[in-house]
C-alpha cells in the first residue's frame, strides 16, 4: 500500500531499550498491518522510538504485534486517536508561529506557563495530548529523551485558568501511569524565562 494514502487518525508511539529492538518493532509494525512510520531514532543513550500512524484500527494491530515480538524490549508505548494537531506539530519540532503569537499575546493569553515532565516518553505524549484537548492552551516546547536521560517535558501557556484546567488533566494522566516526574504552574512568568527555551516564541 501507497503510505500516502494511508489515513492517519490516530498514532502508536514504542518506546524501546536501544536500537535492535527499535529496529525490529519497525519491522513488525510496517508487516502486521498498513501503517506509516513517521519517526524511527535513537532518543537518548539506551532507548529508540518509534512513531507510527493510520486508523485506529491499524495502529493498535501494529503495536499489538511489536508489544509481542520485542517483549521485555519494551520500556513504554501508548496509542493516542485524533491527536492534538498542536502536539503533532510539536512531534516535527513546530511550534506557534511569530503571528499567531502576537494576537494571543494581545488578547493576554499568556500570563501562565505550565511545565510538566513525565519519566517516560510515551508518558509524555499521552499527557501531553489530554491537557491540550481539556483546555485553550498553547503548546510551547515538546522535548523527548534526547539529553534528558530519557524523560520527556512540555510547556503548556495560555491564561491561568486554562493552564490550571490542561496541567491537572495531563498531570492525571501521567500518574495514572505511573509516569510523574514533576510539574508546575508558573504565573505571570519572568521575561528572562524565555531564555531557558531558545526555540520557543515566548
Known sequence: ????????SAIGFLELKGAAYGVTAVDVT???APIEILQAKVACPGKFMVLLAGEMAA????VAAARAQVGSGLYDYCILGRIHPALYRGLHDQFTDRLQEQSELSR?????LGVVETLSIASGLASADIGLKSAAVTLK???LGYALGGRSFFVFAGNTGDVEAALASAVKV????GSLGSQCL???PAERL????PDSQF
Open 59 to 62: 495502529v493498535e494491530t501494529a
Open 174 to 177: 501521567a500518574v495514572r501511569r
Open 1 to 8: 500500500m501507497n503510505v500516502n494514502t494511508i489515513n492517519r
Open 30 to 32: 510496517v508487516k502486521a
Open 194 to 197: 524565555k531564555r531557558l527555551f
Open 141 to 143: 516546547e515538546l522535548r
Open 108 to 112: 493576554g493569553n499568556h500570563e501562565a
Open 186 to 188: 508558573i504565573a505571570r
